[in-house]
DNA sequence: GATCACACGTGATTC
DNA sequence: TGAATCACGTGTGAT
């Protein structure tokens, strides 16, 4: 009825091996293909190939998506960042948990020699004992929302003065999660706040870890 | 006249110069294309948006790959590949590290449920202005240890204040999650400190939110 | 009406 | 060589 669109002809062209007789001289300028009978189609060799390349490559994507608890939206970038968000999330979830299972099971090694004296015992040996270093991480994870993983000595007043700071900052906490490993705090927390850059906020928190 | 248009088209799709900020090397080697009378044809408006869309999503690849440790080919289709085999690993792993986790803390609460039998004191407090219950739960889970939950309405201060007074008193915390339910705050924590009886923590707990 | 996400057919490149 | 991958500019539909 109306014009055939450029790509509908294609597929029939594809398909059929149809051939036009009028063909313009800019077009001519293209690697030319022929059929079997000798005729020349306007197709390109890979255009099969190509679309089972788009088809294979489509429901890997799904696949992917469907791997994905959480999606924002159904398009192709959305399924990339939610696949890099959940990377992260599962990552870091395997990190602790393995940290949580050898606390664990180093406690109970020591219970098992030795009397259960959880109650004295220094926070700061057991820090260095560990290995453990010091760290603060920063991720941008929406407006004004932002990801923060703090790992500092245990040490309550500490942790205290941190939150004060935070607090006195304006900055609205969303979601905390204080969990004590190896004579450290880890806090894993989200937050709302100020428009901060993710790495002034960086150095903003690591500055009020140190001062304190 | 349609087939006119139909030529038109298709010479500028591809074999088209573009002269633009960025250009890339494969797309200067090509060729630029005139039309009849020695004009330049047109170029579709939203090339420079494509292009940008191309790019994001290319970034947003490398991002994704960035993330996984095996790399089996650079190819686009194996990174999503390589994140899906990625993605399965690390849900396998995130479901036996919880479930040993959960076996061994098990084991522990069985060693220490030996002796006192738990206290149990929940009570609902006042509705605030937001129709929140407020709640203090207070239980006794070892020696000078105590697990809490508390709700009380959404505000930074006030949870400061609360944890203020609790380090005031001494009490160390062992464990805390804080998480936005609704205009209301739940925290669930266990601490550490004096040796409180149950009802006095909880009746102290449910003043001191009273109080701020 | 403008923007966005998409599939498309294609030429070049890589392996 | 042939098969696979890619970037490209486009038309279209959805929002």
Redesign the pocket.
């Known amino acids: 009825m109306e014009?055939e669109?450029?790509?509908?002809?294609?597929?029939s062209?594809?398909e059929l091996g149809f051939n036009s007789e009028n063909v313009s001289k800019t077009w001519k300028?293209?690697?030319e293909?022929y059929n079997e009978d000798g005729i020349r189609v306007?197709?390109?060799?890979?255009?099969g190939?190509?679309?089972?390349?788009?088809?294979?490559?489509?429901s890997r994507l799904y696949i992917l998506r469907s791997l994905i608890p959480n999606i924002t939206?159904?398009?192709?970038?959305?399924?990339i960042t939610d696949a890099i968000t959940y990377t992260k999330r599962l990552q870091y979830e395997v990190d602790t948990l393995t940290q949580e299972l050898h606390a664990l099971e180093e406690k109970e090694n020591l219970e098992e020699r030795a009397e259960p004296k959880i109650a004295e015992y220094s926070a700061a040996e057991d820090l260095n004992n560990w290995g453990i270093q010091e760290e603060v991480q920063v991720e941008n994870i929406g407006e004004n929302k932002l990801w923060i993983k703090i790992i500092i000595e245990k040490n309550t007043g500490r942790f205290m003065k941190l939150m004060e700071t935070m607090n006195s900052l304006g900055i609205e906490i969303i979601e905390a999660n204080v969990t004590t490993i190896k004579g450290a705090y880890l806090i894993v927390t989200s937050i709302k706040g100020i428009s901060f850059d993710v790495h002034q906020a960086k150095h903003l928190l690591a500055d009020i870890i140190k001062s304190i």
Chains 1, 2 share one sequence.
């Open positions: 014009q669109n450029y790509n509908r002809l294609n597929v062209l594809d300028k293209r690697k293909y306007f197709t390109a060799k890979n255009l190939a190509e679309r089972r390349r788009r088809e294979k490559h489509i939206k159904m398009t192709k970038d959305s399924v």
